[in-house]
């Protein structure tokens, strides 16, 4: 059975060549649903596969997370306290970190980033000055704000399914998380040891996204993303032959299919070959391909019908 793929390429010149990159019948071959990449500096994208298509984004919400908290102007520095969540997590939220002990703003935003620590990530929230419910309703106006018209919030983070948007969306939050270096840095750090207090201990965390530590990908801005809806999920900016890229990848099978899917990009604008995907990875995303399909075409004709 063949599936459309609806993939939008924009052809584009890199400065220091001057060679076209790309052409619409050689998109890349990618295992992700759906999937965006786009330049840093320039308006659009580079190619799009179903790059409007809302769907959960899982721990991809950190980043937004993180853009809310570090425009809120709070003080970084301050000692915030873990305590127990105030509502029952969506899915399973374990975490190492002990209830009641405190660790500072600046260090409870990076291992909420670079490890996706979700009890980090709804602690920030919980202390908000508007409280949990007020952080949420931060992010919404954020996402609101910039234009990510197709993205709801209903958690920090993104255990919740009902955490939706689009890859074309994630590119204009990955732009605006771009420019705060605490964000920048904090998402790309490698390795990192907490030290709490209260009582004194310390955890090891490591990055979640291997590309972080190969200096030849020039990693700038770090996310991924996992839930069993949402599939494995990937936001990052990289160089690619010596330009920023954002690429924004979701849904995908396997551990590291997204960081396959983020190679085949880069050769894919070096060379305009489009690569190959596993047999098992191709056939996830064309069977997922064809249910969100026919969900979406299950809802256009109840639109079409509530309307006449």
């Not at 425009?71 to 127990?84: N, P, R």
């Not at 490890?115 to 609101?144: C, Q, W």
């Not at 983070?157 to 840095?185: C, F, M, Q, Y």
């Amino acid at each position: 059975m063949r599936y459309s793929v609806f993939v939008t390429v924009v052809v584009f010149f890199l400065a220091v060549s001057g060679q076209s990159l790309a052409s619409p019948e050689r998109a890349p071959n990618l295992a992700s649903v759906q999937a965006a990449a786009a330049e840093v500096g320039k308006e659009g994208l580079l190619f799009g596969k179903h790059a409007d298509r809302p769907v959960p984004v899982a721990s991809i919400t950190k980043l937004m997370t993180a853009l809310v908290v570090v425009e809120s102007g709070q003080d970084m520095d301050e000692w915030l306290t873990f305590e127990e969540r105030h509502v029952e997590a969506a899915a399973n939220a374990w975490s190492r970190i002990r209830v009641g002990s405190q660790l500072r703003r600046r260090d409870v935003l990076r291992i909420a980033l670079m490890s996706s620590e979700n009890f980090a990530a709804y602690t920030l929230a919980r202390v908000y000055p508007g409280g949990f419910d007020g952080f949420v309703a931060a992010m919404n106006a954020k996402a609101k704000a910039l234009g990510m018209l197709q993205t709801r919030f209903v958690d920090p983070t993104g255990l919740s399914t009902d955490n939706v948007s689009t890859a074309a969306d994630l590119v204009i939050l990955a732009r605006a998380a771009l420019k705060h270096p605490e964000i920048r840095e904090a998402s790309t750090t490698g390795y990192y040891r907490a030290e709490f207090r209260k009582p004194r201990y310390s955890l090891s965390f490591g990055n979640t996204n291997a590309l972080v530590h190969r200096d030849s990908w020039g990693v700038s801005l770090s996310k991924t993303g996992y839930l069993t809806e949402a599939g494995r999920c990937l936001v990052m900016v990289s160089e690619m032959n010596g330009t920023p890229v954002i690429t924004v990848l979701l849904d995908s099978l396997g551990t590291r299919s997204p960081m396959g899917d983020a190679g085949r990009i880069k050769r894919w604008l070096a060379t305009g070959q489009p690569g190959s995907v596993a047999s098992a990875a191709k056939r996830y995303a064309q069977e997922k391909n064809a249910v969100l399909m026919a969900a979406e075409a299950k809802q256009s004709r109840a639109t079409t019908a509530s309307s006449q």
